[in-house]
């Protein structure tokens, strides 16, 4: 697999660390570290540096670096965002600017919009779709179809309309440091496109107000939402570094129960499916969220692709998928995983290897509270391999594979098809991960000079 062109070295491809801490941490890394050599330091134009995880595979990750003035925006509204945007078939290289936090639930003139803004005129009102729908009367057997089904999916698709960004080819979407830059209650979304950077932004409350319900989901029927803080669709060539995702200010303690099931509002947080392949997700924090990352939407979403690095990030308050992974590639290495209960969040397992999945979990570090188990770090259905050593949990070597097999009826293979060879900053190893990522990662972390 050949390396971008990139020449820029890893050191100087970083972003500043403003603490001494942070300095000595990613000099360990070999990232993240500040260059008194390198002068100016531009994180609009920064790329993906060779070698690091597979979203600098062939042409690397370059996103919107090569935009002129003309398409080089800031932006602090949401109406500002859409136009910067501009087509989705518009492959000009452009540089998006976020400066503070843009809510996605407002009008064209930043007026804040309501669930109750979304249903107008569409028909629809909850309890009018809990009396068509519930199970006593309607059954279990079939999803939900008829006048209140069809009002739910019109007032979803005017939330859609509102809070779902979609970003182009060759295109970075960058934070201002400083600034608290982010998008609240929206999602980006990355569909067959190429060559995107997303950086120093938070993502928080990205909420469905229409959940459906689909009494076939399981045994007892679930409540399903649409929309992901970021989702990859068929795209390609991304690189998410150096952001921050959670569900706050609603965790999912608040949401009410209907038909017996969770009324959940919030899907998943970094979603890589349909194909997507050569992604890089670095330096992330993701915290106080149920199903975090998918990779993979089904057991026949595609073969040959789905090819995924993940290192660096921190996942704290996490109850599963981190990430749950099926048919592809996938590097999970140098992260950190939090297992303490937070917000309500209590911790199901950590990867989820299925649907023949190839995962290479090497030098990531588990805390587990006392009573915690490691035979439920891991997850699968009997076919997803797991290989790699180097695992620390409290400190400790650890067969993680090993312990879950112990005690589980479908076992995870320890083999793999392939050897990672994209793999600039890999720490050889995980003990100083709880020290050092505590600094290095998430959103408000990057600074220029």
């Not at 064209?108 to 107008?120: E, I, M, P, V």
Request: net charge positive; with cysteine; proline share 4%.
């Amino acid at each position: 697999m050949p390396a971008p062109s990139h020449r820029r070295s890893l050191r100087k491809r970083r972003a500043l660390v403003v603490s001494a801490a942070a300095v000595a941490a990613g000099a360990a890394a070999g990232a993240l570290v500040m260059n008194a050599n390198a002068g100016t330091v531009d994180l609009y134009h920064q790329t993906l540096a060779a070698k690091d995880g597979w979203a600098s595979s062939g042409t690397g990750t370059t996103g919107g670096a090569k935009a002129d003035a003309a398409h080089t925006f800031t932006v602090s509204t949401r109406a500002q965002l859409v136009k910067a945007l501009g087509s989705a078939s518009d492959t000009t290289p452009r540089i998006i600017k976020v400066k503070g936090t843009i809510d996605a639930n407002t009008d064209d003139s930043g007026k804040k919009l309501t669930c109750a803004d979304y249903s107008a005129g569409t028909g629809y009102s909850l309890p009018a779709y809990l009396k068509a729908f519930d199970p006593a009367s309607y059954g279990r057997a079939k999803l939900p179809s008829g006048t209140q089904e069809t009002a739910r999916d019109a007032a979803q698709d005017k939330q859609a309309k509102n809070i779902v960004f979609k970003v182009p080819s060759s295109t970075s979407v960058v934070g201002v440091p400083g600034t608290k830059a982010g998008i609240t209650g929206g999602m980006l979304q990355i569909q067959n496109v190429d060559n995107v950077i997303v950086r120093d932004l938070t993502f928080s409350a990205t909420e469905d107000c229409f959940p459906q319900w689909d009494p076939t989901d399981g045994d007892d029927g679930n409540w399903n939402s649409e929309y992901d803080a970021v989702t990859l669709r068929g795209a390609s060539h991304v690189w998410a570094d150096h952001n921050t995702f959670t569900d706050a200010p609603r965790f999912d303690s608040a949401n009410p129960a209907y038909f017996g099931r969770e009324y959940q509002v919030h899907d998943g947080l970094l979603d890589i499916t349909k194909g997507s392949d050569l992604v890089t997700v670095s330096y992330n924090q993701f915290t106080a969220h149920d199903k975090t990352m998918l990779i993979g939407s089904s057991d026949t979403d595609s073969t040959g692709k789905l090819r995924v690095s993940i290192h660096h990030n921190v996942w704290r308050g996490i109850t599963q998928r981190a990430p749950l992974a099926r048919l592809g590639q996938i590097h999970v290495y140098n992260n950190l995983y939090d297992t303490t209960k937070l917000n309500g969040y209590a911790p199901q397992y950590s990867i989820n290897s299925r649907a023949k999945a190839q995962v290479v979990a090497e030098n990531n570090y588990w805390t587990v509270p006392s009573g915690g188990k490691t035979a439920k770090l891991l997850s699968g259905d009997g076919t997803g391999s797991i290989a790699g050593t180097g695992n620390l949990v409290n400190g400790t070597t650890t067969d993680l594979v090993a312990a879950y097999n112990a005690a589980a009826s479908k076992k995870i293979k320890t083999t793999v098809n392939w050897t990672p060879t994209l793999t600039a900053g890999l720490e050889k190893s995980a003990k100083n991960l709880p020290t050092t990522l505590g600094t290095t990662t998430g959103a408000e972390v990057l600074k220029e000079s």
